[in-house]
């Protein structure tokens, strides 16, 4: 009997992570692809790739951002630097979102006690559990490593496509492992996610520090993130590295196990304190509750945004000078930026912020669809608080979230930028930070539209657009995309300030279909049904 429920507890675990592998393995298999096809009707002429090769490899920042190039005179070392890393973060996110999503969310919404009444333990639900998410893995590297030696083996080989596929895939393996053990620490899935999150984050900055400087390239050895840059899949394969990626995940996995019989179901190992004082300020409206339940995400993305701005303060300078004295200057023209100052690379690199801002709206629409799907907006909606007043409530806070992140980033590059002697003006830096916002905001009102007429799909729908409008940009930036292809990705309509003046028409445009886009989403709203999880 045990047995039947682990087998139905583990095909649950696959049915609600399945879809996600299958469209974060064909996202690298395209991203990929259409890198090595780019590179090379892009760069034809072998002067053009030595010219390229040492654009780049002379500037600090994108080797901080993308991982230190090697053998960008050819098409696997550019694929490689363009690629593996960021898709390997991508793919990490996605893992992270699911495994808290079937560990800890389960259990959050009560449906974990249902298999506990059977005969089944806490430790035999987690093992299932587990092993349909490694069942998702496999789906995931499956598609990656068929699709990659299909569809670039000829041009990178066989064996460097398949280990590209191993090494990317290497870094979801350990984040599902880091979001087992966090869904064990924590007490709810939201502080599960941030504390994943947070370890993702600490990893990629550790990442940055090693790349930063030939003395400190033995922290390579400290983060997962650095053993992905070890591996060198098409230009210096060496398997050591990814190897220990996945005795990593299998390790915490491992962990995660042993401390699940150790915590009450229900609760975590670091479970919030009882018995304290109650604090009602802000309860009177839909505004300010839903202020206070985004409190604790709004002060994350505010600092993390804060030191992202300070790491660009801090570094603009120093890649500038680099930047002006190679051959940058053609690929800063691709970007329609004249100027190869620090104007340019804080221009280059808020356009990240403004990637940052995106996954954060993203992020409130996911907080607000599981109000409706947990049931707890139930408890407002039978009160005098209608359907519309609670969603304006969730859309303002989200709105202030996404307005204080864009100021700590302005705050913490204004900061660094002084002590650093970036020369670059609060004023400029204000306006580059208000340029981050009609993304966001249109990503916030598209979100909002698809919870109102889809709400199942809105959280994933929503995080696709921003992933894939952050992959047409990375393509695209490099290959020389359609402008038709270009236009779909909401990045590609904002300016890069202070490096230009901002494109305000389009600005507004965004923001004016992102308050259409959220009208819509009120309006399904109040015409449907609630819909839970």
């Known amino acids: ?17 399945w879809r996600g592998a299958a469209a974060v393995g064909l996202s690298i298999v395209l991203v990929t692809v259409t890198a090595v096809l ?40 550019f694929t490689e630097w363009r690629v593996v ?33 059977g005969p089944m333990t806490r430790t035999t639900a987690a093992r299932a559990t587990l092993g349909g998410l490694g069942g998702t ?60 999150a947070a370890v993702l984050g600490v990893a990629y900055l550790v990442r940055v520090l090693a790349d930063s400087s030939a003395d400190l390239r033995w922290l390579r050895w400290a983060t997962p993130l650095g053993w992905i840059e ?56 839909p505004v300010g509750l839903a202020a206070r339940l985004a409190a604790g995400s709004a002060w994350a993305w505010a600092i993390g945004l804060l030191l992202a701005g300070g790491l660009i303060g801090l570094v603009a300078r120093t890649a500038a000078e680099a930047l002006a004295q190679s051959a940058g200057q053609d690929m800063l023209g691709g970007l329609g930026i004249e100027d190869s100052g620090t104007r340019a690379y804080v221009g280059i690199f808020y356009l990240f912020i403004t990637i940052a801002l995106a996954l954060a709206a993203a992020g409130q629409v996911a907080a607000t669809r599981e109000e409706e799907a947990t049931g707890r907006v139930d408890a407002l909606l039978v009160r005098p608080v209608t359907r519309g007043r609670w969603l304006a409530g969730r859309v303002v806070v989200a709105v202030g979230l ?30 580059a930070g208000v340029n981050t916002l009609p993304a ?10 698809l919870h109102g007429v889809l709400p199942r ?33 909401v990045l590609h309509h904002v300016a890069p300030a202070p490096a230009v003046d901002p494109d305000w028409l389009a600005g507004a445009v965004l923001v004016l279909l992102g308050l259409g886009l959220a009208v819509v989403g009120a309006v399904a709203l109040r015409a449907r049904d609630l819909v839970s999880a």
């Not at 793919?91 to 919404?109: Q, S």
């Not at 068929?146 to 290497?170: E, H, K, Y």
């Not at 992140?405 to 670059?424: D, N, P, Q, S």
């Not at 966001?440 to 539209?449: D, P, S």
């Open 1 to 17: 009997m045990s047995r039947t429920a682990a087998g139905v507890t583990a095909r649950l675990a696959w049915r609600r992570t």
């Open 38 to 77: 780019g590179y090379e009707a892009a760069y034809p002429d072998p002067a053009d790739r030595v010219t390229l090769a040492r654009s780049i490899g002379s500037n600090p920042g994108l080797s901080a951002l993308f991982g230190e190039p090697r053998d960008l005179e050819t098409m696997a070392g």
């Open 85 to 117: 890393l960021i898709l390997a973060v991508v793919g990490a996110v996605w893992a992270l979102l699911a495994t808290t999503r079937v560990l800890r969310g389960e259990e959050d919404e009560g449906r974990t006690e249902l298999l506990l009444a």
């Open 137 to 196: 893995v496999l789906l995931l590297l499956a598609i990656t490593l068929v699709g990659l030696v299909a569809g670039s083996g000829r041009d990178l080989g066989a064996g460097p496509a398949a280990l590209l596929a191993l090494t990317v895939v290497g870094m979801p393996v350990v984040m599902v492992g880091v979001g087992a053990l966090a869904s064990q620490v924590a007490d709810t899935r939201r502080r599960a996610t941030g504390l994943g």
């Open 230 to 285: 070890l591996a060198h899949p098409l230009t210096e394969p060496d398997p050591v590295p990814v190897v220990l990626l996945y005795v990593l995940g299998g390790v915490l996995a491992l962990v995660a196990l042993a401390l699940v019989g150790v915590r009450d179901t229900g609760a975590g190992l670091r479970s919030a304190r009882g018995a304290t004082r109650q604090r009602v300020r802000g309860l009177t409206s």
């Open 402 to 431: 996404l307005a204080l992140g864009a100021g700590a980033a302005v705050l913490g590059t204004w900061a660094a930028g002084r002590a650093a002697g970036l020369g670059v003006g609060a004023a400029d830096l204000g306006t």
């Open 440 to 449: 966001a905001l249109f990503v916030l009102g598209a979100g909002t539209a």
């Open 457 to 489: 799909l809105a959280v994933p729908l929503t995080y696709a657009l921003v992933t894939a409008s952050f992959l047409l940009e990375v393509v695209g930036a490099s290959v020389g995309l359609p402008t038709w292809l270009l236009n779909l990705s």
